[in-house]
């Protein structure tokens, strides 16, 4: 398994219930995701350049980062909650393919390389979610929702294929 945590569905049992939104938010729920590198690496040499061996990239959910407004559930708002959740998962395998590809000539030289592959996802899905939101007024846009929702599928239904770039 490259990624655990992901696919998965979301519910609202995985939501905590808030009085109101956040003072300064404009949005009645929030998924808060993560990802996280693998926990333990192994690293092999071949062919002169050392890579990373088999190994594991997590994506969880973030439970104080993950809350609906009370009384604002609704099937629309999950399936929005979901996109989120979805291009969390889709950059994790993104991320996992980074890792994957790392070649490197030392262990320093490598641990620096992947350091800067998690900066780089970690931009990426920031962007991504700041655009998701931005572009379906968090859920309120059905059209640009409609468009989001066939993009993250089509990527899934490719291989968990990436993303395009903010």
């Given at each position: 398994m490259a990624v655990r945590g992901w696919p998965r569905l979301l519910l609202w049992q995985n939501f905590r219930v808030i009085a109101s939104s956040p003072q300064g938010v404009n949005e009645d729920a929030q998924t808060e995701a993560s990802i996280e590198p693998p926990e333990r690496i192994q690293v092999v040499s071949g062919g002169g350049q050392l890579r990373l061996a088999s190994f594991n990239v997590s994506v969880r959910i973030v439970p104080h980062g993950t809350w609906v407004v009370?009384?604002?559930?609704?099937?629309?708002?999950?399936?929005?909650?979901?996109?989120?959740?979805?291009?969390?998962?889709?950059?994790?395998?993104?991320?996992?393919?980074?890792?994957?590809?790392?070649?490197?000539?030392?262990?320093?030289?490598?641990?620096?390389?992947?350091?800067?592959?998690?900066?780089?996802?970690?931009t990426k899905v920031d962007g991504l979610q700041a655009k998701y939101d931005r572009e379906t007024s968090h859920s309120?846009?059905?059209?640009?929702?409609?468009?989001?929702?066939?993009?993250?599928?089509?990527?899934?239904a490719n291989g968990n294929r990436a993303l395009p770039n903010p």
């Open positions: 009370r009384g604002k559930p609704t099937n629309t708002l999950l399936a929005h909650e979901q996109g989120h959740w979805d291009i969390a998962g889709l950059t994790a395998h993104e991320y996992h393919r980074a890792l994957e590809s790392l070649r490197a000539s030392s262990q320093a030289d490598l641990a620096q390389l992947a350091e800067a592959a998690l900066q780089r996802i970690q309120r846009n059905a059209s640009a929702q409609t468009q989001w929702a066939m993009l993250i599928r089509t990527c899934i």
